[in-house]
């Protein structure tokens, strides 16, 4: 079984662009979930997107936003891009219910100059 | 590869020996955690969870020991082999495996041979 896919692996952006990022869940996981790595902040959960529904969000503003298509593939975006977007933004997907279940993919890393 | 923090706190040990990594977690009444590992240009991989109500709990060579006292978390691997040099990552859940991860900042597991 194919793991999680995330397209483009690299993105360079300037400052007030904006950029959508797209995820391909594991066949038959139906959670897509979204979050940004930096050496400054760490790991940190943006949103939760389940049956095309936003399930769960996290306390980033917001220009970032997500959607889930019907086939569980899911998309973000980032709207008026800043220097600290710059980051590596993963993608999950899920199973069942539990954080336990959860596959992540190898990421995008998007640079904003 | 891609590296995923510049400022990680850094453990260093000799093929064959044990590590010991360790995590403080923020909030008392998180009840469950996970720890990751994360390969250079890769995303996070469970390696094991455990459940407040457990101390210690046991998987192929690591172990995960939870102090609710002090609001800590270690990961044991025992006979370290140069494949576990990763990044390791705590996270801790509030509201049992379904609810949102909080990441700790991570250490760099360096294996020399």
């Known amino acids: 079984k194919a793991g999680v896919t995330q397209t483009p692996r690299y993105l360079i952006k300037t400052r007030g662009q904006q950029v959508t990022l797209s995820c391909s869940p594991i066949s038959g996981h139906r959670s897509v979930s979204w979050y940004q790595q930096t050496p400054g902040q760490g790991l940190q959960f943006l949103f939760e997107?389940?049956?095309?529904?936003q399930r769960n969000k996290g306390n980033f503003p917001g220009r970032f936003s997500g959607r889930q298509f019907s086939n569980s593939r899911s998309e973000m975006n980032v709207s008026t891009l800043e220097l600290g977007d710059s980051a590596l933004y993963l993608c999950?997907?899920?199973w069942g219910a539990g954080q336990e279940t959860q596959y992540f993919g190898p990421g995008t890393r998007l640079l904003v100059l | 590869g891609e590296s995923v923090g510049l400022h990680l706190p850094t453990l260093s040990v000799q093929e064959g020996d044990n590590s010991i990594i360790n995590c403080a977690y923020s909030?008392?009444?998180?009840?469950?955690f996970i720890w990751y590992k994360q390969e250079s240009g890769k995303g996070p991989q469970f390696i094991i969870d455990i459940r407040s109500n457990m101390d210690k709990r046991q998987g192929q060579r690591v172990t995960v020991l939870l102090n609710k006292t002090v609001k800590h978390l270690s990961l044991q691997i025992a006979a370290t082999q140069p494949g576990d040099s990763a990044v390791y990552f705590c996270a801790e859940i509030l509201g049992g495996s379904q609810g949102n991860l909080i990441f700790g900042k991570g250490t760099k597991l360096s294996v020399k041979p």
């Open positions: 997107y389940f049956s095309e529904t």
């Open positions: 999950a997907s899920m």
């Open positions: 909030n008392s009444a998180s009840d469950y």
